[in-house]
Each structure stands twice: as structure tokens, then as C-alpha cells.
């Protein structure tokens, strides 16, 4: 069974049986994208084609039940957002950490050989240098997510005329921005040093990873 044809029947099943509140449509697709959104990361899955056919779902079962709405549907799509945003936070947060915890350990090695990196631990280098490639890797994935939901938005809001969708869209593009915002101000306080051969060492690290 399809996204759509699933999310058609769980809607049509939502609205018969609980002759349900529009709260419990939008939390119920709400709860169903967030998962959806891992199984798309297990299978890869284009996020874009994921929300398009939950949306399509989405409406199919409201049509079926009864209760059409376009204000609904473009509730749904508020929420799928979120928790798009949602997705992978723990994920990003655990990088965060894992990332901080390298710099320290770095930083107390290069104040101890006086910022000679070349006297630093390898161990402790390739430590710096996974958690640094972890954390962009994370921050990425969660970009692209919400780049493509908003092309989602975008073209649903095409194919069906609900312009209320590209202003959801929009909202997407904001988190995306902040999403870089945030990266770009950590990476530069990770890649912070005083002295002159170990900034070097890191800014390297940043060009071979790729800074955000």
C-alpha cells in the first residue's frame, strides 16, 4: 500500500470512527510524518515525494469522510513541518556535544605543547576531525529535509491552486536559514584558536569537511 493510499484509509478510518475533531486529524498526521520521515532515511526516500503523497492521502480521506477543508489541509502541512524540524534533534544535539567534548580535549592538549599541533595525540586529531564531520553531516540531512518539504509545499500548492501553502513553504526557508545560522556560529567557535598553527590546522579541517 501507498503513502497515500495508507494515509486515505487512516484518515476516511479517523473521521467514521471517532467522527473526529480537526485537532486529531492534524495530530495524527502530524505523529505519522515524523515516523514517516525515518523511514525515508532507511529506505531514501525523497522527503518531497514522502509529503506530496501524505498530503494527497490526506485529502483523499477527508473527501471520502465528508470534510474537505483547504484550511485543514493547510494545518497539516504547518505540522508536517514541524516535525520535520523536530527530526533529528536529539541527533544534532548528541554531534553538538560530541563535537564541544573533542575541542576541549584538543584545546588541553595544545595549551600543554603550547599550541604545537604537531605535538598533539593523532587519536586526539581524528577525534576533533570525526565529530566535526558528524556534526555538518547531521545539520545537512536536517537542510535538505526541510528543503524539500518546501518544495513539496510548493508544488502541491501549484497542482491543487491552495496558495495558503507557499506562505508554509516559506516557513520552511526561514528554518533553513536558521539552521545554517546556527551551524555556521558553532562551527566558528569550534574552529577558534589562539594560536597561529593550530587555527591553521582547524581552518584546514573546515575546508577538507566543508564549513556551514
Known amino acids: 500500500m501507498s503513502l497515500r493510499e495508507d494515509m486515505d484509509k487512516a484518515i476516511s478510518e479517523i473521521i467514521k470512527e471517532k467522527d473526529a475533531e480537526e485537532a486529531e486529524v492534524v495530530a495524527f498526521v502530524k505523529d505519522h510524518f515524523f515516523k514517516t520521515l525515518e523511514h525515508c532515511k532507511k529506505t531514501k526516500t525523497s522527503v518531497k ?4 503523497e501524505i498530503l494527497e492521502g490526506v485529502e483523499d480521506g477527508l473527501k ?3 470534510r474537505e ?3 485543514l489541509i493547510r494545518k497539516v502541512a504547518s505540522e508536517m513541518l514541524e516535525a520535520t524540524k523536530k527530526a533529528g534533534e536529539k541527533g544534532i544535539s548528541a554531534a553538538r556535544h560530541a563535537a564541544d567534548s573533542s575541542k576541549a580535549a584538543l584545546d588541553a592538549e595544545l595549551e600543554k605543547v603550547h599550541g604545537s599541533i604537531d605535538q598533539v595525540k593523532q587519536k586526539t586529531k581524528d577525534d576533533m576531525k570525526t565529530a566535526y564531520g558528524k556534526l555538518q553531516e547531521k545539520s545537512e540531512t536536517k537542510k535538505k529535509r ?3 518539504i518546501g518544495e513539496a509545499f510548493k508544488e502541491y500548492a501549484v497542482k491543487k491552486s ?3 501553502l507557499n506562505k508554509v ?3 520552511s526557508k526561514e528554518a533553513v536559514y536558521n539552521i545554517e545560522q546556527s551551524a555556521r556560529e558553532h562551527s566558528e567557535k569550534l574552529l577558534h584558536h589562539s594560536q597561529d598553527e593550530a587555527a591553521d590546522w582547524l581552518k584546514k579541517l ?3 569537511i566543508g564549513r556551514k
Not at 515525494?49 to 506530496?52: E, P, S, V
Request: no cysteine.
Open 49 to 52: 515525494t514522502a509529503a506530496i
Open 64 to 66: 471520502a469522510g465528508g
Open 69 to 71: 477543508s483547504r484550511e
Open 146 to 148: 526541510l528543503i524539500q
Open 162 to 164: 491552495h496558495a495558503a
Open 169 to 171: 513553504a516559506e516557513k
Open 206 to 208: 573546515a575546508d577538507k
